[in-house]
């Protein structure tokens, strides 16, 4: 089985501050670090490195091009990645406090000129029963999720940046969701459930989405799954945390490529959230995450 991460390449801007900087407030960093970034980019190189299989599709520009010599050195194949001559690489401003908590301004570039074209022609190299990982920082998704939904593809979609595109969206098709508290929030609407009781947000969602199954992020509260036999709740592995960064997109790599490659569903959590827990202890977004042998020794 093959994996097609068709998403987002950032180059990731990151300035170290003693606060996020508020409005009109003219703040001065103590660092900046440029890294690789953007979330179909990280989710590639997480599943690449915790063994799957995976391919990346996506467009950049010709200042963009060291981006995919970091996902080919992760074993992430990148042909299927378009350099575009007349856009820039799309871009992320991060400021990253003294916790380790972040905040991101982003700008789409490349990751906005994805056309139905090349969506056809990438679908084309992939067949039924193949994985379509996807996030919100590219255009055209409900195309493409229609088009991978025909040719006989399971979609995964991890809605972030959460906003009202994804309310838009063919939701239907999605085979399985990968939810931080936001995202659930939002998707599930129950605005009067606390985030913490995972069980109770699972079940709003379990409602509104009950062809998919779910994996709900909470954070320090640890993280839930749910589908048509299985309730799991694993808890969070406390570290001390010094970038957040990509955290999320590395559990979602390390659980996806796990159970694609059989394990149960449990397993590939508790690996998750160890990947997950490296990568908070490291600085940037790609770079942080963690190899397959690091997190199972």
């Known amino acids: 089985m093959k994996v097609l991460c068709f998403g987002s390449l950032n180059i990731d801007y990151t300035y170290a501050v003693e606060h996020f900087v508020g409005a009109g407030e003219t703040l001065s960093s103590a660092s900046m670090q440029v890294f690789s970034g953007g979330k179909g980019l990280n989710q590639s190189i997480a599943l690449a490195k915790a063994g799957a299989e995976v391919s990346l599709a996506g467009a950049i520009g010709k200042d963009g091009i060291f981006l995919l010599d970091t996902a080919a050195a992760s074993g992430v194949d990148t042909s299927l990645v378009r350099i575009l001559d007349e856009v820039h690489t799309g871009h992320a401003i991060i400021q990253r406090d003294v916790s380790g908590g972040n905040c991101i301004l982003l700008y789409g570039g490349a990751n906005r000129s994805i056309t139905k074209a090349l969506i056809d022609d990438v679908l084309s190299h992939f067949d039924a029963g193949d994985c379509l990982v996807l996030q919100n920082e590219i255009n055209e998704l409900a195309y493409l999720m229609d088009a991978a939904k025909s040719r006989g593809l399971r979609v995964v979609l991890n809605p972030s940046p959460m906003n009202e595109a994804i309310l838009a969206l063919p939701l239907s098709q999605v085979d399985l969701f990968l939810l931080n508290e936001v995202e659930a929030a939002q998707l599930s609407g129950c605005k009067t459930i606390e985030m913490t009781d995972g069980e109770a947000v699972l079940k709003a969602l379990r409602e509104r989405f009950p062809s998919a199954a779910i994996v709900l992020t909470l954070g320090e509260h640890g993280s839930w799954y749910a589908d048509d036999s299985e309730l799991v ?65």
């Open 233 to 297: 709740y694993q808890p969070a592995i406390r570290v001390a945390a010094v970038d957040t960064t990509a955290a999320g997109d590395t559990y979602e790599g390390f659980f996806l490529a796990s159970l694609l490659r059989g394990e149960s569903v449990q397993r590939s959590m508790q690996l998750a959230a160890k990947a997950a827990a490296i990568a908070v202890t490291r600085h940037g977004a790609a770079p942080s995450i963690p190899t397959r042998s690091e997190v199972e020794p």
